[in-house]
């Protein structure tokens, strides 16, 4: 079985470290079969730091090309990009994608209005004092995500959960809607292992919302969001057993934004 690491981020994010090359290496010491840079670009202004910035782009992309060449015979290197979704920002989004070739574009939902809800330092900031409101919010936004019908597949599902809340089994039916609108939209879903490394302890999302894509064919694909080189590839041995617990026996890759798939056999 060959693996795949399709989210790993690079300096140019600003809260990322390591050369890219050293991601790359990292992934060919563990045999992985591709390793997809994944870097942000966030074009709202209130989390334009946290991220590289559209005149950056080209950069960037060079540089994963260039990587791309150098190790072809050792492991197929990708170029992505994790865009936040926002709908005031999309437009300018698709353009800077549209002006590359890029292999894969992950959708995440990291803000909920001001607050970046992913953010340690913001957490006191939370503006929902129900858990459940906070859920339903992030829950319509990653809804809105899947409508848009821009992204080969949508980052960490659940990261709503990332310090520990977990009213999901009491909003099922609303996973159930948003799991519905995923399929709909044939887009596919990660098993992203930074969970693991959060405060939920859990990979992302949590095994009854992965039995529930399966059952609604939603394709999955695998990422470390690894933040250092040392993450590459951090704890897919859970994600496996989760994939295959889950119902699934692929994972989906993407070549020049189109659908492809790796086997889960051993
Ligand atoms: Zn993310
Ligand atoms: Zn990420």
Not at 161 to 182: A, H, L, Y
Not at 186 to 209: M, Q
Not at 211 to 228: C, E, R, Y
Request: overall charge negative.
């Amino acid at each position: 079985m060959s693996l795949i690491d399709y989210h790993v981020h690079t300096p140019l994010c600003n809260h990322a470290k390591g050369e890219m090359e050293a991601y790359v290496q990292q992934a060919v010491k563990l045999g992985l079969a591709e390793i997809c840079f994944l870097d942000h670009l966030t074009l709202r202004p209130d989390g334009s730091f946290l991220s590289m910035s559209p005149q950056e782009v080209p950069l960037y992309h060079r540089a994963v090309k260039r990587l791309a060449a150098k190790y072809e015979d050792r492991i197929w290197v990708k170029v992505g990009l994790e865009v936040d979704f926002d709908l005031e920002t999309m437009e300018q989004a698709m353009e800077i994608v549209d002006a590359h070739s890029f292999d894969a574009i992950g959708g995440s939902v990291h803000f909920i209005g001001e607050w970046n809800m992913v953010s340690h330092k913001e957490r006191d900031n939370c503006p929902y004092r129900e858990c459940e409101d906070m859920f339903a919010e992030y829950l319509d936004h990653l809804e809105a995500m899947a409508e848009h019908s821009f992204f080969d597949f949508l980052c960490h599902l659940d990261v709503v959960g990332k310090f520990g809340d977990s009213p999901q089994d009491r909003m099922e039916d609303r996973w159930d809607q948003v799991i519905s609108t995923i399929a709909g939209k044939d887009i596919a879903v990660e098993i992203n292992t930074s969970g693991k490394r959060h405060p939920k302890g859990e990979l992302y999302p949590s095994l009854w919302i992965l039995k529930k894509l399966n059952q609604a064919g939603v394709p999955i694909t695998l990422g470390s969001d690894a933040h250092s080189p040392k993450q590459v590839g951090m704890d897919f041995d859970e994600a496996v057993s989760l994939a295959r617990e889950a119902g699934y026996h692929s994972l989906a890759t993407f070549s020049h934004r189109i659908r492809g798939e790796v086997s889960l056999s051993p």
